[in-house]
Structure formats: structure tokens, C-alpha cells
């Protein structure tokens, strides 16, 4: 149901912006959390943003006011535009599908390959 494949990483400075983009095969029904992660060396991996099937949006505290995550429906795609991008942002970041039969159960999840962001001072 997604390739979840990452694409736009690459190397800038502090301050600039970078936009990530994700692949999904197909529209997505019922239940569904797409979401944006990212693993820094030597850190584990975390959730940076997430949009559900409702629409709700959340962002970690560190990226509110800098990053964006969208979608797109008709190109099956997800996007992060980050903004005002730090050192700290620098990670691997990584596109998920999360799939629920309810909202109490964890759910199957999609994962594709991650896309390097370095982020220079």
C-alpha cells in the first residue's frame, strides 16, 4: 500500500530548507497514520511528524514553526518541507504507514528507505 521510499535529503546549511517527499503505490483507506521519522548517529530513531486519515497533524516540540507535513492524495504522496533547518535536525529520515483496524490496536506498519539530512553550521 507504500512504497514509503524518501526522497530530498541532501546537505545544507543552517538555516536553509530542504523538502521531503514520500511515494505511496495507491490511495489509502479506512484508518491510517503516515508519518515522518528520523535516526540521528547514535540516536534512536524518533517520530517527527504525523498526519492521519482524519487529518489531525502533530509535530515533536523541537520542529513546531519550522517543518510542515502535507499530502498529497491525487499523487499519493507525503510531503515534509523543513524549514530554518538546525545541526540537530541532521538524521536519516524515514516515511511510515501505519494501517489500523481501530485506533486502540497497534497497526501494521509500512516502511521504506530513508533519505540522508546534514545539516552544516
Known amino acids: 500500500m507504500c512504497s514509503c521510499r524518501a526522497s530530498g535529503g541532501g546537505v545544507v546549511q543552517a538555516g536553509g530548507s530542504l523538502r521531503l517527499a514520500c511515494a505511496a503505490s495507491?490511495?489509502?483507506?479506512?484508518?491510517?497514520?503516515l508519518g515522518w521519522y528520523r535516526q540521528a548517529p547514535g540516536m534512536q530513531r524518533e517520530l517527527v511528524a504525523d498526519i492521519t486519515s482524519g487529518d489531525t497533524i502533530r509535530y515533536i516540540d523541537s520542529v513546531k514553526g519550522r517543518f510542515t507535513i502535507s499530502r498529497d492524495n491525487a499523487k499519493n504522496a507525503l510531503y515534509l518541507q523543513m524549514n530554518s533547518l538546525k545541526p540537530d535536525d541532521t538524521a536519516v529520515y524515514y516515511c511510515n504507514l501505519d494501517i489500523r483496524n481501530s485506533w486502540t490496536e497497534t497497526g501494521k506498519e509500512y516502511w521504506g528507505r530513508g533519505t540522508l539530512v546534514t545539516v552544516s553550521s
Open positions: 495507491g490511495n489509502i483507506f479506512g484508518l491510517y497514520i
